[in-house]
């Protein structure tokens, strides 16, 4: 069954470096997404792609952060200088078609900042 | 704004216990309502999802039935297995007003053997 594979599944980093968490959605997927979790809260969305462009951002997504599809597997999502504040658990997602209802999720990068 | 609030966990059962997740939503509109579940070292899956009111949503033995009268999508289930434990999502999108889904904060359910 295809899936939606995420890489790390946890990254350690130290406050005010950049890091990238891959993910490589499924093969015939248009639309993408990152959402996160912070520790015992919510899932938030973050931010939507279709067509090699944002389609949809969430007031998290500032400046600091950024996506981009380097080829045709991978999507990545770039946080430039980390805060303490984001360490969370980073999910991607892909579907088919838009709505995001039909998503299909990854197993999710575990984020740390220290 | 549009949000989803479901019951603080842990839970836990016994197996073949009867199992009910409460979740109600705030929304301005008429969304389509979803339960996802995360089993310990995957991502996120849908379960279940009910499209406008009085529609129920099965899979694996959950329930839930859109109720609009009381903003809820309580999750059932009449037996639980103890593969079961897991982190159980409720969660809300407007599938033709923009591309996001608002989730609650999940809640864990153990399934005691």
């Known amino acids: 069954e295809p899936e939606v594979t995420q890489t790390p599944s946890h990254q350690v980093t130290q406050m005010g470096q950049e890091v990238i968490l891959r993910c490589v959605p499924i093969?015939?997927?248009?639309?993408f997404y990152w959402y996160r979790q912070i520790l015992g809260q919510k899932v938030e969305f973050l931010v939507s792609?279709?067509?090699?462009?944002?389609?949809?951002k969430s007031e998290i997504f500032d400046d600091q952060f950024s996506v981009e599809r380097p080829d045709g597997s991978n999507f990545t999502l770039k946080i430039r200088s980390t805060k303490l504040e984001d360490s969370a658990m980073y999910f991607c997602?892909?579907?088919?078609?838009?709505?995001?209802?039909?998503?299909?999720f990854g197993q999710g990068t575990r984020l740390t900042v220290v | 704004g549009d949000s989803v609030t479901q019951m603080e966990g842990p839970v836990t059962l016994s197996e073949e216990a009867f199992l009910t997740i409460n979740c109600t939503y705030t929304?301005?509109?008429?969304?389509?309502l979803f339960w996802y579940v995360q089993y310990p070292g995957e991502g996120l899956q849908l379960l279940l999802k009910?499209?406008?009111?009085?529609d129920k949503g099965s899979n694996k033995g959950f329930e839930a039935t859109y109720r609009k009268e009381t903003t809820s999508f309580h999750l059932e289930k009449g037996s639980v297995q103890v593969s079961d434990s897991a982190v159980y999502f409720c969660?809300?999108?407007?599938?033709?007003?923009?591309?996001?889904?608002?989730f609650g904060k999940g809640t864990r359910l153990h399934i005691l053997p």
């Open positions: 093969s015939n997927h248009l639309y």
């Open positions: 792609f279709y067509n090699n462009e944002i389609s949809e």
């Open positions: 929304a301005t509109g008429y969304p389509s």
């Open positions: 997602a892909s579907s088919e078609v838009t709505g995001g209802s039909e998503a299909f």
């Open positions: 009910a499209t406008k009111a009085d």
């Open positions: 969660a809300l999108s407007f599938p033709n007003r923009d591309d996001k889904i608002i």
